[in-house]
């Protein structure tokens, strides 16, 4: 009796990419499933009528603390699923050598770590007392957006501390916004 062999009909690589793909998904999956958030798109109210409006002309809007980081973290979201389309996409197309499928493997990881580390650091941030976050990583920066009236060094030290000991982020490359 013959056993059935799945590396004779899939490489080695193929099971790395389609396991790296499958971790990807579980992991959007999870981001979305955790974010807990209504993403409700509100309207904003019109300040001219448009006969009144020349091209060019820039207007100040007020930044609905709470409506920030709910559009924040969907914006997040659709650019995290288009740049998963993406490389998903790469990795199905039979045409690419071996580098770049390796190299879209290695940015569907890359992806994926960032979207873990993310969400830990704004649990942990979260944690700390600080009533809303948002985190975005891109590999060598961290960007974090937090409600607070007033950061104090201390806070500072806390929320730094967190982003280096979740990611491989230098000090130098961590820049934290107040939103008040």
Not at 62 to 72: D, H, L, P
Not at 83 to 100: C, G, V, Y
């Amino acid at each position: 009796m013959k056993k059935f062999n799945f590396s004779a009909i899939l490489g080695k690589k193929q099971i790395i990419l389609a396991s790296l793909v499958f971790i990807l998904a579980i992991a959007i999956y999870l981001n979305w499933q955790f974010a807990g958030q209504d993403f409700a798109l509100t309207e904003l109210p019109a300040t001219q009528s448009e006969s009144e409006k020349n091209y060019g002309d820039t207007a100040l809007v007020g930044v609905n603390n709470e409506s920030y980081f709910a559009e924040a973290r969907l914006n997040r979201q659709k650019s995290r699923d288009e740049a998963s389309d993406t490389i998903s996409d790469m990795l199905k197309d039979t045409q690419l050598s071996d580098e770049q499928l390796s190299e879209a493997a290695n940015q569907a990881l890359v992806l994926t770590m960032a979207i873990e580390n993310e969400s830990k650091i704004e649990n942990l941030i979260k944690a700390k007392g600080f009533v809303e976050c948002v985190a975005y990583l891109d590999g060598v920066n961290c960007n974090v957006v937090v409600k607070t009236e007033g950061l104090t060094e201390a806070e500072a030290a806390q929320i730094k501390d967190i982003i280096l000991t979740n990611s491989q982020i230098n000090v130098e490359n961590i820049t934290i916004t107040e939103v008040k």
